[in-house]
T-cell receptor, first 110, second 117 residues
Framework: QKEVEQDPGPLSVPEGAIVSLNCTYSNSAFQYFMWYRQYSRKGPELLMYTYSSGNKEDGRFTAQVDKSSKYISLFIRDSQPSDSATYLC??????????FGSGTQLTVLP | GAGVSQSPRYKVTKRGQDVALRCDPISGHVSLYWYRQALGQGPEFLTYFNYEAQQDKSGLPNDRFSAERPEGSISTLTIQRTEQRDSAMYRC???????????????FGPGTRLTVL
C-alpha cells in the first residue's frame, strides 16, 4: 500500500462546476498537507498549505484536512478552463521531504 | 525574481555513462531537495540539503546516485553507470527556510528529462 493514495483521473468537468479532488494517507505522523498544481511540461507549483484539520480557503480553492480519517481534499469552485492541470497532493512529516500522490489530471471544458 | 533553474533541460545518454544534473535554487533559499518524477506519477523524494549539509539520502535508489551542494547554493545530482531504468524527470526544489521550520514551502524547478538509451 502506498503511503499516499490519490483518486485516479482523468477528471473532466464543464466550466463553472465544483471540483473535488481527494487523497488518503496511511502514516499518522504526517503533519503538513499541501496541494500542488502542475501544468503540462512544467514543475509543480504550490496551491495550498495547511497544518491542521479543518478547512482553509484561498479564493476559489478550499483545502480540507481530516486527520482522524487521514483524508484530504481540494475543492475548486467556479472552475475555469485555466484550472486544467494535474493536481498533486503532497504530505510531509517532521523532516519535510514530501510524499506525493500520483496526481489527478483535470480538464475543465469551456 | 528568478525561480529554481535546472540544467540541462534534456539529457540523452547511453547506458553506462555518468551524468551530472545541476540545480540552481532561488537565491537565499536554505533547503534544497531532489525528486524524481516518472510519467503520470507524482515526484518521489531522493535527498535533501540544509545549507551544504546533506540531511537525508534515504530516497536515493542505490549507490550509483549521489548529490552534493558544496557551498550551500548550487547542487549537483550525479548518476554513475546509468541504466535505462534511470530514465525519468529529475526535479529540484528549494525552500527559503530550513527544513522542519514553519512555512518552508518548496518551489520546484522545471526539471531535467533524462533518457538513457
Amino acid at each position: 500500500q502506498k503511503e499516499v493514495e490519490q483518486d485516479p483521473g482523468p477528471l473532466s468537468v464543464p466550466e463553472g462546476a465544483i471540483v473535488s479532488l481527494n487523497c488518503t494517507y496511511s502514516n499518522s505522523a504526517f503533519q503538513y498537507f499541501m496541494w500542488y498544481r502542475q501544468y503540462s511540461r512544467k514543475g509543480p507549483e504550490l496551491l495550498m498549505y495547511t497544518y491542521s484539520s479543518g478547512n482553509k480557503e484561498d479564493g476559489r480553492f478550499t483545502a480540507q484536512v481530516d486527520k482522524s480519517s487521514k483524508y484530504i481534499s481540494l475543492f475548486i469552485r467556479d472552475s475555469q478552463p485555466s484550472d486544467s492541470a494535474t493536481y498533486l497532493c503532497a504530505i510531509g512529516g517532521s523532516a519535510r521531504q514530501l510524499t506525493f500522490g500520483s496526481g489527478t489530471q483535470l480538464t475543465v471544458l469551456p | 525574481g528568478a525561480g529554481v533553474s535546472q540544467s540541462p533541460r534534456y539529457k540523452v545518454t547511453k547506458r553506462g555513462q555518468d551524468v551530472a544534473l545541476r540545480c540552481d535554487p532561488i537565491s537565499g533559499h536554505v533547503s534544497l531537495y531532489w525528486y524524481r518524477q516518472a510519467l503520470g506519477q507524482g515526484p518521489e523524494f531522493l535527498t535533501y540539503f540544509n545549507y551544504e549539509a546533506q540531511q537525508d539520502k534515504s530516497g536515493l535508489p542505490n549507490d550509483r546516485f549521489s548529490a552534493e551542494r558544496p557551498e550551500g547554493s548550487i547542487s549537483t545530482l550525479t548518476i554513475q553507470r546509468t541504466e535505462q531504468r534511470d530514465s525519468a524527470m529529475y526535479r529540484c526544489a528549494s525552500s527559503l527556510v530550513i527544513s522542519g521550520s514553519s512555512r518552508d514551502e518548496q518551489f520546484f524547478g522545471p526539471g531535467t528529462r533524462l533518457t538513457v538509451l
